[in-house]
């Protein structure tokens, strides 16, 4: 059973990101890492309404008894930790950032806090933007030196030290393209 501080967690940010209509109702997933063990949002749960068994642990390296049962995307959350030093990470379908993601190679902020936090965003771009071996070697690379990336049609990825991090940037990154869309 996963600790009862770790669901909270989850549970709160997925409720978040669910109100703030970043996912739909069973979009997004969410995960931590811990040593050489992940825990992940089980593969069809609804991220604004996560319960206890929502949450899939799993090893970082291999495949184990939980593997069969978490998101579709584990093998990019692997892989993002294996190849970067973020314990947490938020992957959401931030709606106006999508749009934004259809026509531009980069996001870049116009408001100060966005332009202060985050810079620039790459838009990254795979040919099967979900899930597979090369969108996950794309993604983890990009996500090197950047805190959050977007996946062109698809949504974004951000890491962090911890799940609230990594929701600050994709909150910041969604508030900043609407501010720009309400501009033009």
């Known amino acids: 059973m996963i600790d009862s501080r770790i669901y909270e967690m989850f549970r709160d940010i997925g409720r978040d990101l669910y109100t703030a209509h970043m996912v739909s109702s069973h979009g997004g997933n969410l995960s931590i890492r811990f040593g050489d063990r992940v825990i992940i949002k089980r593969r069809g749960a609804m991220l604004g ?3 206890q068994l929502d949450l899939i642990e799993t090893r970082l390296d291999k495949n184990d008894s939980g593997v069969a049962l978490a998101s579709t995307e584990l093998l990019v959350h692997r892989t993002i930790y294996m190849n970067t030093p973020a314990l947490a990470i938020v992957h959401c379908h931030p709606r106006t950032a999508i749009a934004f993601s ?5 996001l870049v902020p116009i408001d100060n806090e ?4 985050l810079k620039k965003i790459p838009v990254v ?3 099967f933007p979900s899930g597979t071996p090369e969108m996950a070697k794309k993604v983890a690379s990009a996500l090197k030196n950047y805190k959050i990336i ?22 910041t990154l969604e508030e900043s393209c609407q501010i720009e869309l309400a501009v033009k």
Do not use: C, I, P, V
């Open 49 to 51: 309404n996560l319960k």
């Open 102 to 106: 259809l026509s531009r190679d980069e």
């Open 114 to 117: 966005a332009s202060y936090l």
């Open 125 to 127: 771009t795979e040919e």
């Open 150 to 171: 977007m996946l062109r049609g698809h949504g974004s990825f951000a890491t962090g030290q911890t799940l609230d991090e990594a929701f600050h940037w994709s909150s």
